[in-house]
């Protein structure tokens, strides 16, 4: 029988939370020996996912939003460990629970600790873990630039706002992608290669993605003459307007050579690179996810059977 025993790794600035609190509560009540220790700074995350594991938790929980779940996804990949992750999404946009159907009130997130943990892929870029998805071109510009302070007043839709602001700093990104059966080259305004399927505040960039098929989705959106038109299309949601025009793979892998540099968001986590391989990790994370997930294979609308 599983130990009910769970190493919840908290964004500093969830400590004062009342559901959060009240959530964690409860789990004790049922007989749950919890741990919560915060983040702080930068490096805290992967230190609080080593510490967990050597205290012999066989469950971590990450709360906070999806950087705050990327954190710990990496270091719990580094270190090879056999341990299950819970989600407990508390960030503005928390794609990746969206996507994936995990509840977004604490009480109900954490009631999936009960659930058989699920394996699921990783998406690596390089040496860099990310969960959901890795974004270039002008929407990783947007969600780098979007203010906190912005996002706490307007939640997901501070993302629309922010790229409706910027649309005189459009400027088209060029690349060379290749992978098995595969290859592109030109000018794009936005790229998702997707382990999950949206980011930045909701942008479906990658529907049919699913987390445990050993493939990543990618999806390249090409510079077109209309600028305007083809970003309202990202930055309003118009998945079947947007997919209209998009370059499709699903892959094993996928390199890309940009020889002027490319700026990358890793499911919050900036980076630059000019050359770049991006991989998926087949099956080297227990995840506690809802049965009916959408991002487990046969399970949601879009995704394989």
């Known amino acids: 029988m599983r130990e009910r025993k769970a190493w919840l790794i908290l964004h500093g600035k969830q400590a004062p939370n009342a559901d959060v609190r009240a959530a964690v509560n409860r789990l004790r009540e049922h007989g749950w020996e919890l741990a919560v220790r915060l983040t702080w700074e930068g490096g805290d995350a992967e ?44 960030g503005t946009a928390n794609d990746f629970a969206h996507a994936a159907g995990v509840p977004l009130t604490p009480a109900a997130a954490l009631a999936l600790l009960e659930t058989q943990a699920q394996a699921v892929d990783i998406g690596m870029a390089g040496e860099r873990a990310f969960l959901n998805m890795a974004t270039g071109g002008f929407g990783s510009s947007v969600t ?93 949601g118009g998945m079947l307007g947007l997919q209209s025009v998009a370059i499709t793979a699903r892959l094993p892998w996928l390199e890309v050579e940009a020889l002027e540099g490319l700026d990358l968001n890793l499911d919050g986590e900036p980076m630059a690179s000019t050359r770049l391989r991006f991989c998926a990790e087949p099956a080297c994370l227990r995840l506690h996810l809802p049965a009916h997930s959408p991002l487990l294979a046969g399970q949601g609308h879009g995704a394989d059977a």
Not at 52 to 80: H, S
Not at 194 to 216: E, F, K, S, T, Y
């Open 144 to 236: 780098a630039n979007t203010s906190e302070d912005l996002k706490k007043v307007l939640g997901g839709a501070a993302y629309l706002l922010t790229g409706l602001s910027r649309f005189a700093e459009v400027r088209a990104a060029a690349g060379h992608f290749h992978g098995p059966g595969f290859e592109w080259q030109g000018e794009f305004l936005a790229l998702g290669i997707g382990n999950g399927r949206q980011a930045g505040g909701g942008h479906v960039l990658c529907p049919n993605a699913v987390i445990n098929d050993g493939l990543l989705d990618v999806c390249i959106v090409p510079a077109a003459q209309d600028v305007v038109g083809t970003l309202g299309t990202l930055l309003s």
């Open 47 to 90: 230190r609080l996912v080593h510490e967990g594991l050597a205290a012999g938790y066989p469950t971590l929980i990450a709360g906070g939003g999806d950087g705050t779940l990327r954190d710990v996804v990496e270091a719990m990949v580094k270190a090879r460990s056999d341990a299950s992750l819970a989600l407990l999404p508390l």
